[in-house]
């Protein structure tokens, strides 16, 4: 299992992604409670490797993750370029949108939530996609 992990300095989105792809958990959390969060899910899934954005807090993340949770998950960077406003889209493709919101048009449109979570789905997407794009060639 893949858990994609979208730090940032407030607020962190985490997912849990099955082998078949299969959505397991997401959820948007205090920066504070990211590295507790991620223990309580790596007791709860069998994961393998942490997917994150290569951002320019990656690096601090990454030793905070390895000190916290030792060198048994892999932790893999991929390039998180737009990733946030995949994110948005991706959210009204996941919660559509009602009342006078489906009169705004979509590009206009802002989540009434943070997207972090979402952006953490497509972190790992995009890891599972170079993937098999190495294995097709």
Known sequence: MILGF???RDKCGLA??????QLLYHQVVASQQAIATI???SQKFPLETIVM???TTAKSWQQEISSNLGESL???LVDERYST???RDRYWQMYSPQGLQRLIPQG????PRPVDDLVAIILIER???????????
């Open 6 to 8: 979208d730090p940032g």
């Open 16 to 21: 849990v992604m099955g082998k078949e792809r």
């Open 39 to 41: 223990q309580q899910l």
């Open 53 to 55: 954005g290569d951002g």
């Open 74 to 76: 892999s932790i893999a």
């Open 85 to 87: 406003l995949e994110a």
């Open 108 to 111: 206009m449109r802002q989540p």
């Open 127 to 137: 890891y599972l996609k170079l993937g098999t794009e190495a294995q097709g060639e």
